[in-house]
């Protein structure tokens, strides 16, 4: 059975940090691209970082030099080091986890963060 655990959501002043953290079993991580997307309210799920199983990057623009995906293959987990955080990065963050055979395959449950004075 896949799971993709997400953590480290909550509630954060403009300009504050959050880590978020997705735990992965029943997957051979290694061999699975990973990335973080975000949902607010009323909005589609859009993609906020990746990482590949070689380890490359890539962000959304709206994050690009606050947000930094990394990922610990003896852990199995992928983080989301969120700096700088604004109000409009208020939204469900997800973890989502694919292979090139089948892309995109597994999410999890959500995290909440709230960006907000």
């Known amino acids: 059975q896949v799971q993709l655990v997400e953590s480290g959501g909550g509630l954060v002043q403009p300009g504050g940090s959050l880590r978020l953290s997705c735990a992965a079993s029943?997957?051979?991580?290694?061999?699975?691209?990973m990335g973080w997307y975000h949902q607010a309210p009323g909005k589609e799920r859009e993609l906020v970082a990746v990482i590949t199983r070689g380890g490359s990057t890539n962000y959304a623009d709206s994050v690009k030099g606050r947000f930094t995906i990394s990922r610990d293959n003896a852990l199995n987990t992928v983080y989301l080091q969120m700096d700088s955080l604004k109000p409009e990065d208020t939204a469900v963050y997800y973890c989502n986890g694919g292979t090139i055979g089948s892309p995109g395959a597994y999410w999890g449950q959500g995290t909440q963060v709230t960006v907000s004075s």
């Open positions: 029943g997957i051979i991580f290694i061999i699975y691209n």
